[in-house]
């Protein structure tokens, strides 16, 4: 890298459910064989125990002082300042207002300086750098888990308005039935239809859900199935207008990919011109180190530029 900049660096994703701390090399654009660490986060839980959790992931890691951390954090958050902006979304509310920088730069190993990376664009950032949407100009990911995370790239820049471009975006501002697109398209939303479809079924997951649905259970392939034919049916025009060449899609449940594929794809051809033969749709490469990935060439672009 120009200015000296090192070719390893740590970084943090930081989940609903998890916290993952790792090393990246830069110049082979992988994760450290053997320095990748994963704790799980509470995210109702409060303040210092969550901060706790993240310290405690990143502690993992040996780094020599000089360290640059680049950490991958989901929104609402300013990630200039470094402070949460969560507010009544479910998770993190604890952290509303608190200067996350100030609270971490003291206690992660070797930190010199903090950036902090919407979790969503860093995932497609890892993927158009070393995974799926590499040679891609247009390109377009999703991130399913708790909840709906979006971006939208043209040339490795991240666009936040535009044709084809949502609000800011993100597509979880967007609306399905009247109501916000993630009371449909998430981990909340799945299981609540399941119970509900299931007549009280409580106390599972949506990897159980998943497992239930190869298994024949009509009820659990239904939730899936409306609930990804709902997202698509919601990208379809957006996805149309910004005619993207690949769109990649990441996060927890794109690991049951084969029941979220098939409904994807047919709502994005009902409702909008882009389809298979346009473009490809895909499960991400790196479905768990994107993230990573992403912080890390985001943070060292951004610190080369500057």
């Not at 901060?51 to 990143?58: E, G, I, K, Q, T």
């Not at 996350?100 to 992660?108: G, K």
């Not at 981990?187 to 599972?204: K, S």
């Amino acid at each position: 890298m120009s200015g000296g900049y090192p070719t390893g660096m740590a970084v943090m994703d930081v989940g609903g459910t998890h916290v993952t701390a790792a090393k990246v090399d830069l110049g082979s654009r992988s994760v450290v064989a053997g320095q990748s660490f994963r704790e799980p986060l509470n995210a109702g839980g409060s303040a210092e125990e969550i901060l706790s959790a993240l310290v405690r992931c990143a502690s993992r890691l040996a780094m020599a002082p000089g360290t640059h951390w680049a950490i991958a954090v989901p929104g609402p958050f300013d990630y200039e300042s470094g402070t949460a902006r969560y507010s009544a979304v479910g998770k993190f509310d604890a952290l509303y207002g608190v200067d996350v920088r100030a609270a971490l730069s003291p206690r992660l190993p070797g930190a010199a300086g903090v950036t902090f990376h919407n979790d969503a664009q860093a995932f497609l950032a890892g993927e158009w750098w070393a995974g799926a949407a590499q040679g891609h100009d247009r390109a377009v990911g999703i991130t399913l888990g708790t909840g709906v995370g979006s971006s939208f790239l043209i040339g490795g820049r991240t666009l936040s308005y535009g044709p084809g471009v949502p609000p800011e975006g993100r597509v979880d501002l967007l609306r399905y039935a009247g109501l916000p697109l993630e009371e449909t398209v998430s981990r909340r939303a799945i299981l609540r239809a399941h119970e509900h479809a299931a007549d009280g079924d409580p106390g599972i997951d949506v990897r159980q859900i998943a497992e239930r649905a190869r298994g024949g259970d009509r009820v659990a392939a239904e939730v899936f199935s409306h609930t990804f034919r709902a997202l698509g049916m919601v990208l379809g025009p957006w996805i149309a207008a910004f005619e993207p060449t690949i769109i990649v899609v990441g996060g927890s449940i794109a690991a049951s990919w084969d029941l979220v594929s098939g409904p994807l794809q047919e709502g994005l051809a009902e409702t909008g011109s882009w389809a298979a033969s346009a473009g490809k749709l895909e499960r991400a490469q790196h479905l768990a180190g994107a993230p990573l990935l992403g912080a890390a060439h985001l943070a060292a672009e951004s610190r080369t530029a500057s």
